[in-house]
């Protein structure tokens, strides 16, 4: 399957935040988001293994695994499968994860997409 990774996240969530929506993972980095990020457990997922070795490869090793830091911080949890995450940002448990594209949108379509958006111009 052919697929791209980026951020699912609950827009009525972030307005009763007050926080933007994230255009990006580093957006994650900032504390607003702390106990309000979802993800998956590179060791049981895939999927997210590969998007965290995307975003290495993207911004090199050292700045890399300093914004993967700053994200994993701000996690509520880690999940040991990345199709958890878009069902607990749609239920309003998380205001933004990382996930693969076709979880994000089976996810939309299954709650007829309301204020759940998934992103995936930049990891």
Not at 51 to 62: A, C, D, V
């Amino acid at each position: 399957a052919l697929s791209s990774f980026g951020l699912v996240y609950n827009r009525d969530v972030l307005v009763r935040l007050g926080l933007d929506e994230p255009r990006t993972s580093r957006a994650l980095a900032i504390g607003e988001y702390f106990n309000w990020i979802v993800l998956a457990d590179p060791s049981h997922s895939g999927s997210i293994a590969v998007t965290y070795n995307l975003i290495l490869r993207r911004l090199g090793w050292g700045d890399g695994w300093s914004m993967l830091r700053r994200v994993f911080a701000n996690a509520r949890y880690f999940a040991s499968s990345a199709s958890k995450i878009p069902v607990d940002v749609s239920a309003g448990e998380a205001a933004v994860g990382m996930c693969i594209d076709f979880y994000g949108r089976f996810q939309a379509g299954a709650i007829g997409g309301g204020g759940l958006l998934m992103l995936h111009r930049d990891i």
